[in-house]
């Protein structure tokens, strides 16, 4: 009987726990396998391809095999060629329900792309890159265009730009209609455009901000084939510009079949006007043009001999600086400038106008008191003086033969003494001697001069630029303080060597050694016919070759113009016989390459 008890408040306990546990509702579910598969596309009403659709109140049904839900369908979903307003798309059930706000075009065939919006409801698991085709006509257009997009500059993909064709052939329809096929970039810079007519066709590309479909100059970028595409490849099964790539299988992405290269590019504000004056220095004015190759006619400042008025533009011509060198001339708190330049009209032309300012000067800086009044100056420590001239000294190893010491100042320099620089070297035994050297000043402005070794340079020495007081005097009459620099070239025994044997050059070209994401430059030459050249010190790693064809040899990349049908200056990557544009640099090496400048960029 005491047993048959036991049994019986053992079988209660085992009860009230299991209800407990049932009751428990705030422990989650454990176990079960993630779910990784994608949804099913169960059917689509009509089918795909349907042709004589209707032009008003159409309604396209996707059903699938679960929950799903559409992951920013502003952006990823787009009917080709677009109307006015976006497609409406809403959710019922496991289904998505399309329909169109406005009438579709007669006779015309439409491709709806889904893009990656398509997943399922639980995980997050993306339906492939669905593209449904329809016309309203009795058929459907059937040939295609692939095309490859990049940034002009870095050469890296552009991802998410519309990529856009127009039948008809003026530049005004890149502003004022909206395209008459159109896709958008992968990942990779990769598009595909459907279901497109045997006509010819304008090509433009732009990265549409605003998503209105069209082109809009002063905050897109923007690209364009020079002439007429006349499409021919035919839409089927099996191409491999049609395969769904996942994100992560970059070498698959890459090979696919490109037919157009496109270079996306920001281009110069089209109205010229001052955009900005102001003084930054009590003997500095800084003037702002809204473009480049700005022409000032004249200009003047009142009480001011213009004779003695240093004007600095940039490379560009787009920053113009004053600076007032006539030390008798006292510059007021407010300094009234007056510029005739050619500024933009009504008219959208270029006419010489007057301009007038009226510039404060900034506030005096407090001065930074190096010295506390609390303690005594320690033996050969000097107070900051007030006419002291700072400036900086740039001596990089990997540029030091090219550039050598590199001297940057505040203020235009009026001179410099000579006698009172040295340049010296030390070996790595100890053994010191001196260098001559030139002194060279910056074709674009007189704040930066360099001091540039003359001789061979030898990798383990240290060189020094010894500069004594008063060796330097700026406009404003400070002068220089005692200062060495030194600079040690390494002999680390794993450190590399580049050599690029270039040839095949005609004009001017930048070249330049860059990681492999295009976004730190290692080092750069600009040269004007065929050269060796060296790149010492480098670290075991990956690196690209970048080159600019810098056709008004001014040292940088001019960009393009839709209005004037010029493409930016063209930038292009050296790569290897297997095309391959990462060159790997091992410990311990000394790598030549053969550049044909003509291969490059005829290809």
């Known amino acids: 009987m005491k047993l048959y008890n036991n049994v019986i408040y053992l079988l209660i306990a085992l009860m009230l726990y299991i209800l407990g546990s049932c009751a428990n509702t705030t422990t989650p579910p454990t176990g079960g396998i993630k779910d990784t598969i994608p949804p099913r596309l169960l059917k689509v009403i009509p089918d795909s391809g349907r042709v004589n659709f209707p032009l008003k109140g159409g309604v396209i049904e996707m059903k699938f095999d679960e929950y799903i839900v559409l992951k920013e369908p502003q952006k990823s979903l787009f009917l080709s060629p677009p109307l006015e307003k976006r497609v409406e798309t809403k959710i019922r059930g496991k289904s998505i329900i399309i329909t169109f706000p406005l009438s579709l075009d007669s006779s015309q065939t439409y491709s709806l792309n889904f893009g990656n919006s398509i997943v399922d409801n639980n995980e997050g698991n993306q339906f492939y890159n669905y593209v449904y085709p329809f016309s309203t006509g009795d058929y459907i257009d059937s040939l295609m265009v692939s095309g490859t997009i990049l940034n002009a500059v870095t050469l890296l993909p552009a991802e998410d730009i519309t990529i856009a064709l127009y039948k008809d052939n003026s530049d005004s329809v890149l502003y004022n209609s909206l395209p008459d096929a159109y896709s958008k970039s992968d990942k990779f810079g990769f598009f595909v455009i459907r279901n497109i007519e045997p006509r010819p066709y304008r090509v433009f590309a732009f990265k549409d901000n605003n998503g209105n479909n069209k082109y809009d ?52 504000p089209d109205k010229q006007f001052i955009r900005e004056s102001k003084r930054l220095q009590p003997r500095m004015v800084y003037v702002k043009f809204s473009t480049p190759e700005a022409e000032v006619l004249s200009l003047s400042v009142d009480g001011a001999d213009s004779l003695k008025i240093v004007k600095e533009f940039n490379i560009r011509r787009d920053s113009l600086i004053l600076w007032f060198t006539d030390t008798t001339y006292k510059v007021p ?151 060495v620099k030194s600079v040690s070239l390494p002999r680390d025994e794993k450190l590399s060597k580049l050599i690029l044997d270039i040839y095949g050059a005609n004009g001017s070209y930048i070249v330049e050694l860059t990681n492999i994401t295009r976004d730190k430059i290692f080092r750069s030459y600009k040269i004007t016919g065929d050269k060796k050249l060296n790149f010492p010190y480098l670290q075991t790693g990956k690196y690209s070759v970048k080159i600019t064809e810098d056709i008004n040899s001014n040292g940088i990349i001019d960009t393009g113009s839709i209005k004037d049908k010029r493409q930016p200056e063209k930038v292009r990557l050296y790569t290897l016989p297997d095309g391959s544009s990462v060159i790997s640099i091992p410990e311990s090496a000394e790598l030549e390459q053969r550049v044909d400048l003509k291969q490059i960029f005829n290809r």
């Open 217 to 268: 100059p002063e905050n897109e970028e923007v690209a364009f084939l020079d002439t007429l595409f006349q499409p021919t490849k035919i839409l089927k099964k099996g191409l491999k510009e049609l395969e769904y790539v996942d994100e992560k299988d970059t070498l698959i992405a890459m090979s696919r079949p490109s037919q157009l290269d496109l270079y996306l590019f920001r281009e110069n």
């Open 333 to 483: 708190d407010t300094l009234k400038l007056s510029i005739n330049y050619l500024k933009t009209d009504s008219l959208n032309n270029l006419s010489p106008f007057e301009e007038n300012f009226k510039l404060v000067a900034p506030k005096p800086v407090k001065q930074d008191m190096s010295i506390s009044k609390d303690r005594s100056l320690l033996p050969g420590e000097r107070v900051k003086r007030a006419d002291l001239l700072e400036f900086d000294i740039d001596a990089n190893p990997t540029l030091f033969e090219e550039e050598g010491f590199v001297l940057k100042f505040k203020a235009p320099i009026l001179s410099v003494n000579r006698d009172s620089l040295k340049l010296v070297f030390k070996t790595p035994r100890g053994e010191e001697g001196k260098m001559p050297y030139i002194i060279q000043e910056d074709s674009v402005t007189s704040r930066i001069i360099r001091i540039k070794p003359q001789g061979r340079i030898l990798t383990g020495y240290e060189y020094s630029l010894r500069i004594a007081d008063n060796a330097l005097i700026d406009i404003y009459k400070h002068t220089n303080d005692s200062i």
